[in-house]
């Protein structure tokens, strides 16, 4: 029976069980754990320097209330790259291709944001709902339509971590079966198709780390209007 493209999206089972929990808790034994020895190794500094970079870059526009979330801003994205380039390995399954997965991140992270907001300054708040200005006659539909955008972040947030790594496992796929149709048939076109399948792989390998940072970029810049 020919396979579907999207069957690769599938969560894998192994004897009925999904192993969709095994593949979450994965990317947690890669982080590095607490030793004696006083000087890490190369690969614990470079990981350290990378989180230092990140946090203060991310936090710097933020009031200092706001950086409390650091360490869970540096998790976060820890865990989306660490999960979409394990999801570049061959006969691998990919969380983050699947909206309920992105969601569950995206929903719990925003609105706690928009808690934090209301809890803490509810003037300045629910003044985003109205730009300073705004003509009597257009009040209730700029309320209407604010209200709206504010609640389409968290699913805007999911369906653009779904939508582009779901498009670049299409393509590999894609140019992969192509390629290896290809290469018995005519071997220089077959290998211009690998060459493209090649560089392709390295345009995914940045589009897991980019998306991973503007997932994590966007709930920070939804903080920073909340604190």
Do not use: C
Not at 13 to 29: H, K, V
Not at 99 to 116: D, E, Y
């Amino acid at each position: 029976m020919a396979l579907n493209f999207f069957d690769q999206f599938m969560s894998p089972t192994l004897m009925g069980i999904p192993l969709m929990a095994l593949a979450l808790i994965l990317p947690f034994y890669l982080l590095p754990t607490h030793t004696a020895r006083w000087v890490g190794n190369r690969s614990l500094t470079l990981h350290n320097w990378a989180l230092n970079r990140f946090s203060s870059q991310l936090l710097l526009p933020i009031n200092p209330s706001g950086h409390k979330w650091a360490l869970l801003y540096a998790s976060l994205i820890t865990y989306l790259v660490a999960i979409n380039m394990l999801g570049l390995l061959p006969y691998t399954f990919t969380p983050t291709t699947q909206l309920s997965h992105n969601l569950g991140l995206a929903i719990p992270l925003w609105l706690a944001t928009v808690l934090i907001g209301l809890r803490n300054q509810p003037t300045a708040a629910l003044g985003h709902l109205l730009p300073e200005g705004t003509p009597t006659a257009l009040i209730p539909i700029l309320i209407v339509i604010e209200t709206i955008s504010l609640l389409i972040r968290p699913l805007a947030l999911g369906v653009r971590l779904t939508a582009n790594l779901t498009a670049g496992h299409l393509l590999i796929q894609l140019i992969g079966t192509a390629s290896f149709v290809l290469l018995p048939l005519m071997p220089a076109v077959g290998l211009l198709t690998a060459a493209l399948l090649f560089l392709l792989t390295l345009l995914e390998i940045a589009v897991a780390f980019i998306q991973a940072y503007v997932f994590v970029l966007l709930l920070s810049l939804y903080l920073q209007e909340n604190v």
